[in-house]
């Protein structure tokens, strides 16, 4: 590899442990392995450190209470949990399952299993910026309903969505709303009993706190179906033991979040609009992805006529830059990303697309670097493609 340094600018993906989470997980992972559902004290030790960060992930969202929030592994089983567990519980409601055409796949693949088993799902669109249709939300909205899933904020797009509005539209026909807040969560002011979202979910390692746990926050009152039967742990809605170390770095990294929300917010808002405009006004036929302004702190999705994400990708990853041609779970096929299709682009179109995501880490110079590199990778790829317009080319 010819680089000198590496840029990472693909933190949707993956981020790092904050220093700070580390620390209060280690005690847990070492000396203090209790099980909570042990009576003795190295048990009600692992106890106390799960009511300690079940109040910290209830406070980030300003739940009712911490009891409203019930462990995961992650966000794909929080979105399948709020799915199967809701329509499972409220089938006598309805089997008519809406949701939009910029969902994840974990959202897309449980409503298109639960067709299968009796569920009507009905995709409610986006306009280009990927922000949801809310005529034809309310136009969907009927008895036949039993359920509304939409996400906070599109992974892909960066655009947020009206959750306020979406709220009032589905609960004055008084049914229930469940919000994917992975990518938003911990990076944007959530408040779920202002918004009035029934069921939340979120995820610790978008906001800095290990792999592999996550949450799902249930309003007070409502019921749901556990997807696992066991012990009965969480209530019995996630049996199985907890997984100590991940739950108390989670419920730090949420803490952290909140407090530190404003300044990241400033941060990452000053250099996310920088590099917009860097990479917008250097090169022709190149275009933002999502909403210009109402968007993640921390997204740029663009795309560059005439060329391949993909090819854009591993060209900057020679240079030590590490981008995403997409979602990084779509990314195994080669298709374009359903989410990007939905705000009306051609397939060719679609194909240009690269995105970067940035961290707490992510600094001027990186962004300044990545600006100064786009043009020649750009023309090189422009250059060789069939696709170029002759003026294009050198
Ligand atoms: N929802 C959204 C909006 C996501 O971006 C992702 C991926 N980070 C998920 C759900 C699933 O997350 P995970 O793969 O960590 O379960």
Redo the contacts with the bound molecule.
């Keep these: 590899m010819s680089a000198q340094k590496l840029i990472n600018l693909d933190y949707a993906a993956g981020k790092p442990v904050d220093p700070r989470v580390k620390e209060v997980m280690l005690p847990y992972l070492e000396k203090s392995f209790g099980n909570p559902s042990s009576l003795h004290h190295l048990g009600q030790e692992a106890k106390t450190a799960i009511s300690q960060a079940r109040k910290q992930v209830a406070e980030l969202i300003n739940a009712e209470k911490p009891e409203n929030i019930i462990f995961t592994s ?3 089983e929080s ?1 399948n949990l709020a799915i199967k567990g809701l329509v499972n519980r409220y089938k006598d409601q309805g089997t008519k399952i809406l949701t939009s055409k910029v969902e ?1 796949m ?1 959202i897309v693949n449980p409503i298109k299993y639960l067709t299968t088993k009796g569920f009507e799902s009905i995709l409610i669109p986006v306009d280009k910026y990927g922000v949801l249709d809310l005529k034809a939300l309310d136009k969907e909205v009927d008895e036949k309903t039993v359920l509304v899933t939409i ?1 906070y904020a599109n ?1 892909e797009l960066g655009t947020i969505e009206p959750i306020k509005e979406i709220s009032r539209i589905v609960h004055e026909k008084n049914k229930i709303l469940h919000v ?1 807040a ?2 938003a969560a911990g990076q944007v002011p959530i408040d779920v009993q202002d918004l009035g979202i029934d069921a939340l979910t979120i ?1 610790s ?2 906001m800095y706190g290990p792999k592999g746990v996550g949450a799902l926050y249930v309003r007070e009152g409502l019921r749901i179906e556990p997807l696992l039967h066991g012990g009965g742990q969480e209530k019995g809605l996630r049996s199985g033991t907890e997984n100590i170390p991940g739950i108390v770095g989670f419920g730090k990294a949420a803490e952290i979040s909140k407090q530190e929300m404003q300044t990241n917010i400033i941060k990452l808002t000053k250099l996310r609009d920088r590099l917009i405009e860097g990479l917008v006004n250097s090169l022709p036929y190149t275009y933002l992805n999502g909403h210009p302004t109402n968007r993640l702190p921390d997204n740029v999705s663009v795309r560059y006529s005439f060329v391949e994400g993909e090819s854009i990708l591993l060209s900057l990853d020679v240079d030590g830059v590490l981008v995403s041609s997409g979602s990084a ?1 779509a990314s195994k096929t080669l298709e374009p990303s359903h989410v990007l299709l939905a705000t009306g682009l051609k397939h060719e179109e679609a194909h240009g697309s690269i995105m970067f995501t940035l961290s707490r880490e992510s600094c001027t110079e990186d962004i300044e670097y990545v600006i100064g590199l786009m043009p020649n990778i750009i023309n090189r790829l422009r250059d060789m493609s069939p696709l170029t317009p002759k003026e294009l080319k050198k």
């Design positions: 992650g966000a794909t979105n994840h974990s996400t992974s994917d992975t990518a995820s390692n978008d779970c």
